[in-house]
């Protein structure tokens, strides 16, 4: 048996199971854990967020802008199935 037949195919429900504050991904029945994100990071991210926010705003858009992490969900293809 290869290592790759031992592992364990991982769930939504395993996600949900992890520790409150854990940052994880959940990809093909794999976990990645994901790192803080640094200073840099978030200024980066607030500098997009408003300038996107912006641009919708004063073009009348009807999108929103979630620059805080939150559950996508997606199917194989890559269409969204749901968000929290």
């Keep these: 048996m ?3 037949e031992e592992e364990d195919i ?3 429900e395993n ?4 520790p409150e504050g854990a940052r994880a991904e959940l990809i093909d029945g794999r976990i990645y854990y994901m790192a803080l994100p640094s200073t840099g990071h978030q200024r980066l991210v607030h500098f997009f967020d408003r300038m996107i926010g912006n641009y919708i705003q004063e073009n009348n858009g009807t999108c929103e802008v979630f620059p805080a992490p939150f559950a996508v ?3 194989r293809s890559g269409d969204l199935i749901e968000y929290y």
């Design 2 to 4: 290869s290592a790759l």
């Design 10 to 12: 991982y769930t939504v």
């Design 15 to 18: 996600i949900y199971d992890l």
């Design 73 to 75: 969900f997606l199917d």
